[in-house]
């Protein structure tokens, strides 16, 4: 009951926000369920993937998605989630201890920068920031989207709030459009790297399927009133408790 009223939670934000597949499922596996990070990883990308199917047929339905950019972004994460993937299981294989102790310092890493992107997007007044188009130079977006997905194969932690702050910064979307594009990217990516993970062994089906049974319907009532919500004090709020997370993460794994 415990896994399924998580799973809740977490559908709901991912469903709201676009955030939450990696960066709030993989600490909260490893904090409160005591689970192996090397099972946690794998497990938070599919979780992320199913729940997101659901999420980007709403936000598909209502035109809130940017095809463009998300093929784009896709075509740079894609390869990018490969070699992360496939980097995270070849050093656990060959050096677990060490791996055991650099894969979750570089989640909390990757948490933090995000966060202080998140902020800064929110309240900088650089003109630079608020006029530039991500858009008017295309052969940025796979670039980006190599980054990112490179960074959710080794971590799982990225689809969701690095895709969404870069284009909430440099793209001037609709806050909800930006939120459905980066659903639909985060599904293809995150269904790509989940497989990998699954290949190689890295999830636990029994806490997965526990999960998608609260995680789908709180990701179809997320999307279905994230239209409806001030977006900047939610991210705030949002963002706030995952510091308090990536803290608590690094008193369990150190």
Do not use: W
């Not at 909260?28 to 990308?45: D, E, H, K, Q």
């Not at 639909?184 to 269904?191: E, M, R």
Request: net charge positive.
């Amino acid at each position: 009951m415990e896994l399924i009223l998580i799973g809740a939670v977490l559908g709901l934000i991912i469903g709201l926000t676009g955030i939450g597949g990696g960066m709030l499922t993989t600490p909260v596996l490893t904090i409160f369920m005591g689970v192996p990070i090397n099972t946690a990883v794998g497990t938070s990308l599919l979780f992320s993937a199913i729940t997101k199917v659901f999420a980007s047929g709403i936000y598909i339905k209502r035109g809130l998605v940017c095809t463009k950019l998300t093929l784009l972004l896709a075509s740079g994460s894609i390869p990018g989630a490969f070699l992360g993937s496939y980097a995270f299981h070849y050093f656990f294989e060959k050096y677990p201890v060490v791996a055991s102790k650099v894969v979750p310092a570089f989640i909390v890493v990757m948490i933090l920068v995000s966060c202080a992107f998140s902020y800064y997007r929110m309240f900088t007044k650089s003109e630079v920031i608020q006029n530039f188009d991500i858009r008017s130079r295309p052969y940025l977006i796979p670039i980006i989207g190599l980054v990112v997905g490179f960074d959710i194969g080794f971590t799982s932690v990225g689809a969701g709030v690095i895709v969404a702050s870069i284009l909430l910064a440099l793209c001037p979307m609709n806050p909800s459009r930006i939120i459905g594009t980066d659903i639909v990217h985060g599904f293809l990516l995150s269904i790509f790297a989940g497989g990998l993970h699954y290949s190689f062994g890295g999830v636990d089906t029994d806490i997965l399927f526990k999960l998608l049974q609260g995680g789908i319907f709180g990701v179809i009532l997320g999307s279905l009133i994230s239209p409806y919500l001030p977006q900047k004090p939610f991210r705030f709020a949002l963002n706030s408790a995952v510091l308090v997370f990536a803290l608590l993460f690094i008193k369990k794994v150190f």
